[in-house]
């Protein structure tokens, strides 16, 4: 089984200022990692997702996140955040085969103010 | 767009009454997942569908709630005997083509009084 943890449940942070949110996983097979946005009584938004290759993943809006596998982490980064970015940010997981199911980390709300 | 539409996308409802939702992929996507997310929380694994088959159920699913994929294209997902406890975000997602990526719909939130 896999699980995932988002240690921050909540991060403030001035616009224009870089930002980093924190998501480490466990699983016991190898997984997929992907990285949701959720923007107020919406669905989830794909950002990016870590399926095989290069450690380093960018995906939409200017975010980017590292797959770790021996801190079994997949941080997400941003440079240079936006007012637009308040939003709730989701990890999760899925194992590479079978059905793969999502398991979600609880979330992080990225707070931007002026 | 995720090429996903899901309907109502709200509901509000008296507890002990049956409520169905439907999920409606755009195109034709083998797999079809559900997902309930409760205030504050991440979403959590209902049940998945290949095609019009029901390969797996989470323990959440209780007897209550039945989801079916009758043509294994459209979906619905039914509660009877509504509890509060039953109030959350329902989302549907479908894996998309070889990507390995599941992409959700906007959710249909279930509010019982």
């Known amino acids: 089984a896999q699980s995932v943890t988002q240690l921050d449940s909540q991060v403030p942070v001035f616009e224009e200022a870089p930002v980093e949110l924190r998501c480490n996983y466990s699983?016991?097979?190898?997984?997929?990692l992907f990285w949701y946005v959720q923007y107020p009584n919406q669905g989830l938004q794909l950002l990016l997702k870590y399926l095989s290759g290069s450690t380093l993943v960018k995906g939409i809006n200017g975010f980017e996140a590292e797959f770790n596998k021996s801190q079994t982490s997949f941080h997400l980064r941003k440079p240079s955040v936006h007012i637009s970015d308040t939003a709730e940010y989701f990890c999760?997981?899925?194992?590479?085969?079978?059905?793969?199911?999502?398991?979600f980390g609880t979330g992080t709300r990225l707070l931007v103010s002026p | 767009d995720t090429g996903v539409s899901q309907n109502p996308r709200h509901k509000i409802t008296k507890r002990g009454q049956n409520v169905t939702f439907r999920c409606d992929p755009i195109?034709?996507?083998?797999?079809l997942y559900w997902y309930r997310q409760t205030l504050g929380q991440g979403p959590e694994f209902l049940t998945y569908?290949?095609?019009?088959?029901?390969?797996?159920k989470s323990r959440l699913l209780s007897d209550r709630f039945s989801a079916e994929r009758p043509k294994g294209s459209f979906s619905t997902l039914e509660i009877q005997r509504t509890e509060q406890g039953d109030s959350a975000m329902y989302l549907c997602?479908?894996?998309?083509?070889?990507?390995?990526?599941?992409?959700f719909g906007p959710g249909t939130r279930l509010t019982v009084l």
């Open positions: 569908f290949q095609n019009e088959a029901q390969l797996e």
């Open positions: 195109s034709e996507h083998n797999r």
């Open positions: 999760a997981v899925s194992e590479d085969t079978g059905f793969q199911k999502l398991v």
């Open positions: 997602a479908i894996l998309g083509g070889s990507t390995d990526t599941q992409y």
């Open positions: 699983s016991s097979v190898s997984v997929y």
